[in-house]
């Protein structure tokens, strides 16, 4: 199948977005009425108290889980109108995700895991190309190298190989430094950043982390499941974490 | 790829669905070698006349072989005669084959199953057995022996026929088996000629000569080739049948078992690994490619396991030839030829097996969704899903209703009843065995419980929690432990019941039966008593068992009066052993499922048309009457009731024993499985207690100790569910044979049922826990 594209300046858009989740005696609403864009060649952070819907809204964007009512559009796509299968091709042609951890195939190395979606494709992946992929994220020489003998910091960097390899639309990160260090917390934000500026990849990451979420375009914070608050200007620049630090603990108060 | 990197990273758990693939594929691969090795041959006997002109062959009306229906022998000479006469044929020979044994030294000789070892002395020409020494036998009271016997030329012996013994001159000794009589003598033994043999002229070609016999002998079948083992001897083809109904029972517990050895291994893979599929849906994988990855495994598996069965099956093929052979179930001339054909479609059976296996876990695979990778996936799974609830119910309602019915219903309905029930309780326990293991687990475990030391509080909560695992290693046992013991004990019980039920009938009576002889002559019939005389007839295009008594009224059983297409007071054509027809009214038919009774005619009739008949015994015979004749021993009821179920209880147990083998060896497949999957799950538990300061011995001890108890537990299920059943059986029994019938537990092979399964399950553990152990250590 395949899926034109057309130039939209919006890479996923949500209108009136809403997903409930059990239908029992208390079914907990984990987005409500949102409506969000996130532009195309942007970086942006989502924000949030824990339960405020942040995985949710990622989930539902990156089309692993189906909104109740609202729409999903990615690339100009209507999400909510594919089937499973179509729905499956099209995030494996559009989209790429990380997790916070658990991103990998045990059983496959590193190389094999970045292929994993161009072979699911039916694509026979040109060796150069996952060289590539790998040596874009400082991992030239561990291709070989199955996870269980990479730190976990190499190991998100190769998720982020895989989520690249297939030049998505758009990335979706949860967390992704979350259970990383420093510094490796800084080389997968690094290449985040760079998947932006570098190759024009629209980046949407969950983050708890001011100093994480620094590094984005703009800032989403999320409360109850809908937006509470934005944050633009500029990446990276002086004083800005502690920015967004202030205003995350002001809405904390609210 | 994928699929055969997620083979290479868990090759452990796939380690049980290989093995029981392996063992699935070997024994199919050994019985299909076996099987085509066993196909009839063309008698060596006939073996020399290159086309054999018969009779049309009649399928048996019990489906076991077939007969041809003999030409009666004015109108085989006949043909013979013209048969002769076509070109590049040197001889057309009638050949006749009754009864005919030679006494030496007061014994029988030769095989003592062979009622047809006698022919007139021209069919030693189809055998091309030459004559070693003396002349043809050619008048009455001169034979051709087989040199084998060690008899001299000139020697005067008895020789036996369906009309008793004879006295009797060797004339000729022959270099092949048989006794040759002139043809005078053959053709007053056997009126009727089933085959004609053909003997061609140098260099002739068989093929050419079939086709002008064909025209000179319409309505005959010409046979050239292998065509001609359509003749074996009827012995032979039973010595089959019996052979393949084991071959058949094993192949099909080898592929049922397979089946659900790979259903329940692939259906615990796909519950150990949903964050792993999740993680693929995520990267873009399609449920039907995730159904895909699955099947691939169990192709690579079914694949690897198939070319392993087929060379271990393959090298077994002849030993278990032999085996067959040495049980009786197989021609002493069969010879296991290797053959690539059946060992490739018994590869082929293994990898659909592994598909079949797999099909479901598949399906339950690719609805995995992508948002399973961010669950935490190790969660126990539900040990009861709803499938399995339904299955088990199901079992446990049936087996009650029948055990219920084993206690209502009519005797001889109450046998079946009770096995039924059996194998449906012991269905229904395997089934809930997560139900009913941790209440009984805590029953059994309670005095312990304020016991001193961790041991007994670790077995019990371990074996308490992980009710999957427990239940996993239970099933197997309690399925196994209930099949030994419900057949054991049943055939234990038969082989007791049947023998003195007939005992209790004959009380007091002496019965003849034959010594080292296929039957008992005229001979001992004449001394009176109640004696059967076995033929065959043929009718309507089958070979009909026909059986002459003494009173017989012409009775058909209702099977055969269905086959043939005929009510009481009808008539029917039918041609007898000596190829002369003769109508018969239909004056009564009797309900199926009785010993013997075919087709009763009277007596008299069958040894008018079958002069070489012979009684299988004489029932109430005067034992001063018979002293002195060759071939003929009386017993009392008890032994003759014993003998009479002898063959049959030998084989009975021979099954039984060889199925609880292969279940036996099933369930520590399944045991082992279970083990080296739930090692994975075990190794945070095994970090926990080495931090709390448990030594690697009490480490090893605990799982010895929780094995064994959960071993114990199922064995005792197993006995549970299959005792009662056994009892109604013997109950039922006891009012079908008429004698008290106490139910037989065969506990020697009980024992070793549980033996075997406990010694593999705590190696196992042992074995897996150590490796656990070792991992946690570095
Ligand atoms: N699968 C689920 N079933 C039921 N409730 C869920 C499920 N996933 C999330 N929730 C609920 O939805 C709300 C939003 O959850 P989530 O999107 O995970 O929040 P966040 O990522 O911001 O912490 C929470 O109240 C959470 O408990
Ligand atoms: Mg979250």
């Not at chain 1, 395949?2 to 609403?29: F, M, N, W």
């Not at chain 2, 690697?696 to 108890?709: G, S």
Request: charged content about 15%.
């Amino acid at each position: 199948m395949t899926i034109t594209h057309s130039p939209v300046a919006e890479a996923v858009g949500l209108v009136g977005a809403r997903k409930v989740y059990g239908t029992g005696a208390q079914p907990v609403t984990a987005l409500d009425d949102l409506t969000l864009a996130f532009p195309t060649g942007t970086f942006t952070a989502v924000m949030g108290p824990s339960g405020s819907g942040k995985s949710t809204l990622l989930q539902c964007a990156a089309g692993l889980d189906r909104l109740t009512a609202g729409t999903v559009r990615v690339g100009g796509v209507d999400l909510g109108g594919l089937s499973e299968h179509r729905r499956t091709v099209l995030r494996r042609e559009r989209i790429g995700f990380v997790f916070q951890a658990f991103n990998l195939v045990a059983s496959l190395t590193a190389a094999q895991n970045v292929e994993l979606p161009l072979r699911l494709a039916g694509r026979r992946p040109a060796a150069a190309a996952v060289r590539a992929a790998l040596a874009e994220v400082g991992l030239a020489d561990r291709a070989a190298h199955r996870p269980s003998e990479l730190s976990g910091g190499q190991q998100q960097r190769v998720a982020i190989a895989r989520a690249l390899v297939t030049r998505p639309d758009v990335v979706f990160a949860d967390e992704p430094t979350g259970a990383l260090d420093t510094a490796a917390s800084r080389e997968v934000l690094g290449l985040l950043r760079t998947a932006v500026d570098g190759h024009g990849r629209t980046v949407v990451m969950v983050t708890h982390d001011p100093v994480a979420a620094s590094y984005a375009d703009e800032v989403v914070f999320l409360r109850d499941g809908q937006v509470a608050d934005r944050l633009g200007g500029a990446a990276r620049v002086p004083g800005r974490a502690e920015q967004i630090a202030g205003l995350m603990a002001r809405m904390e108060q609210r | 790829m994928i699929a055969l990197a997620a083979v290479r990273g868990r090759a452990a758990s796939l380690a049980g669905t290989f093995a029981g693939l392996t063992l699935g594929v070997a024994l199919i691969a050994m019985t299909l070698l076996v099987h085509v090795s066993a196909m009839p041959r063309t008698p060596q006997r006939l073996a020399a006349a290159p086309v054999l002109v018969h009779g049309p062959v009649a399928p048996d009306a019990a489906g076991v072989g077939s007969g041809v229906r003999p030409w009666a022998g004015p109108d085989a000479v006949a043909l013979a005669q013209r048969l002769a006469g076509l070109p590049e044929v040197a001889a057309a020979v009638p050949d006749r084959s009754f009864y005919a044994q030679l006494v030496v030294d007061g014994a029988p000789v030769g095989d003592p199953a062979d009622a047809a070892a006698g022919h007139g002395w021209s069919s030693a020409a189809l055998g091309a057995y030459p004559l070693v020494g003396g002349v043809a036998p050619d008048a009455d009271g001169e034979v051709a022996a087989d040199a084998a016997t060690g008899l001299a030329v000139g020697a005067r012996t008895t020789l036996l026929t369906a009309r008793g013994p004879a006295e009797v001159t060797v004339t000729g000794l022959v270099g092949g088996p048989g006794v040759y009589l002139s043809e005078d003598a053959a053709a007053r033994l056997s009126p009727g000629v089933p085959v004609i043999g053909l003997l061609l002229r140098p260099g002739a070609d068989p093929a050419a000569v079939a086709v002008a016999a064909r025209e000179a002998a319409p309505g005959a079948v010409v046979a050239t080739g292998e065509q001609r083992a359509a003749l074996e001897p009827v012995q032979q083809a039973k010595t089959r049948w019996l052979g393949t109904q084991l071959l058949i029972a094993m192949a099909s517990l080898a592929v049922f078992v397979t089946v659900f050895v790979v259903a329940s291994t692939f259906a615990l893979n796909v519950a150990q690994r949903r964050r792993e599929l999740g993680l693929l849906r995520t990267v873009g994988a399609t449920p039907r490619q995730i159904r895909r990855i699955v099947l691939g495994e169990a192709l690579l598996v079914g694949a690897a396991g198939g070319i392993a069965g087929a060379l271990l099956g393959t090298a077994a093929a002849g030993p278990a030839g032999r085996l067959l052979v040495r049980w009786g179930l197989a021609d002493p001339g069969l010879e296991v030829r290797l053959q690539l054909l059946p060992v490739l479609a018994a590869v082929a059976v293994g990898v659909g097996v592994a598909l079949v296996g797999a099909y479901a876990a598949g399906r339950r695979a690719a609805k995995v969704p992508p948002m399973a990778a961010l669950r935490d996936a190790a969660v126990e799974a539900r040990a009861m899903g709803p499938g399995r609830w339904l299955l088990g119910g199901g079992a446990f309602v049936l087996g009650g209703f029948l055990a219920a019915r084993t206690a209502t219903a009519a005797a001889d309905e109450r046998v079946n009843a009770a096995l039924f029930a059996a194998m449906a309780l012991t269905a229904a326990a395997a089934l809930l065995a997560p139900v009913l293991l941790p209440p009984l687990v805590r029953l059994v475990s309670w005095p312990l419980r304020a016991a001193r030391g961790a041991g007994p509080m670790l077995v019990r909560a371990e074996s308490l929690t992980a009710a999957r695992r427990t239940a996993a290693t239970a099933a197997p046992v309690i399925a196994t432990v209930g099949f030994a013991v419900l057949l054991s004990g049943m055939v234990s019980t038969m082989r007791e019941a049947y023998p003195a039920g007939q005992a209790a009938k004959l009380a007091g009576i002496t019965v003849a039966v034959p010594d080292r002889t296929p039957g008992l002559t005229d001979a001992a019939l004449a001394a009176g008593g109640r004696a059967v005389l076995p033929s065959r007839v043929y009718a309507e295009g089958l070979s009909i068992a026909a059986f002459g008594t003494a009173t017989g009224p012409v009775s058909v059983a209702a099977g055969v009066a269905d086959a043939l297409g005929v009510r009481i007071g009808d008539t029917v054509t039918v041609v007898f052993a000596d190829g002369l027809t003769e109508r018969l009214t239909i004056a009564r038919v009797t309900p199926d499922g009785q010993v013997d009774d075919d087709l009763i005619l009277p007596r008299d009739l069958v040894r008018r048309h079958d002069p070489s008949a012979l009684a299988a015994a004489v029932v109430g015979v005067d034992a001063a009457a018979l002293a002195g004749l060759p071939g003929v021993e009386v017993l009392d009821a008890k032994a003759y009731a014993d003998r009479e179920s002898g063959e049959d209880s030998r084989l009975l147990w021979l099954f039984a024993t060889v199925l609880i083998a292969l279940s036996v060896g099933y369930t520590g497949i399944a045991v082992v499985n279970t083990m080296a999957m739930s090692a994975e799950g075990r190794r945070p538990d095994l970090a926990v207690l080495r931090g709390a300061g448990t030594t690697p011995r009490q480490a090893l001890r605990h799982a010895a100790a929780e094995v064994l108890l959960v071993v114990a537990l199922g064995a005792g299920l197993g006995l549970a569910v299959t005792v009662l059943p056994l009892l109604g059986m013997a109950a039922g029994l006891e009012e079908e044979v008429g004698v008290p019938v106490a139910l037989r537990l065969h506990w020697p092979v009980t024992a070793a049922t549980v033996l075997a399964t406990a010694v593999v399950a705590v190696v196992a553990s042992l074995t897996v826990t150590r490796r656990a152990w070792r991992h946690q250590a570095r």
